[in-house]
């Protein structure tokens, strides 16, 4: 029986899925580029316990601007997101004691808070882990930079076409204008009725001459 060949590029096939799905994980709240602690936990193979105890025992190396905890309405808002969307599965919400779900809101990492976990943590996996994650920060950015270009290139564009449509509306209305004297001449005025003296007499010749 024959053996199956492997499938070709396996390894850098799974970085690229991987790649892919750390890009699509990447959310905005606040302003910042984050992403889970749950989603994290994943990436890294360990339980989302477990991620966020490591963190809260060097809870001084995660400053506001590296990690922060949602609040519960912003958590409501992600999670109806979620049920609306392929983001994920739905979550459960904020500190409810329901079986299998959490109990508080999930704590958002941005890229610099992603950056300390791999020393928080201190696996191989998260150190790999945590190589791709920051080049989908780099990728991110440099989309969002293009599409900044791109919509001031735009809005240029836009601005010039206005320019010249009103330009173009002067001249229609000029000619326009001229088309209206052509087709409709005014009407030649008409010698008055009555007595006239013999000077508007003459000059009335001298016209007609």
């Known amino acids: ?66 990690m922060f905890q949602l609040s519960g309405e912003e958590w409501q808002v992600l999670r109806s997101q979620f049920a609306t969307s392929n983001l994920g599965p739905p979550a459960q919400p904020p500190r409810t004691a329901t079986r299998g779900g959490r109990r508080y809101a999930p704590y958002a990492f941005t890229e610099q808070g992603v950056a300390m976990l791999s020393s928080v943590l201190r696996s191989k996996r998260a150190v790999e882990v945590n190589i791709q994650i920051m080049r989908a920060f780099v990728r991110l950015r440099q989309l969002l930079t293009v599409h900044k270009e791109l919509a001031a290139r735009l809005a240029k564009l836009e601005e010039k076409m206005r320019s010249r449509d009103h330009a173009v509306d002067q001249q229609f209305q000029q000619i326009f204008a001229l088309l209206e004297q052509l087709f409709n001449p005014p009407d030649p005025p008409r010698r008055r009725i009555g007595f006239h003296t013999e000077r508007e007499t003459l000059e009335g010749i001298g016209c007609g001459e």
């Open 1 to 66: 029986m024959a053996r199956r060949k492997p499938a070709p590029d396996s390894k850098a096939s799974v970085q690229a899925l991987v790649a892919d799905h750390i890009e699509r994980s990447i959310l905005v709240l606040r302003g910042e580029k984050v992403l889970l602690d749950s989603q994290l936990a994943a990436f890294y193979g360990v339980p989302t316990r477990r991620l966020v105890e490591q963190v809260k025992r060097n809870i001084e190396r995660f400053p506001g601007d590296f």
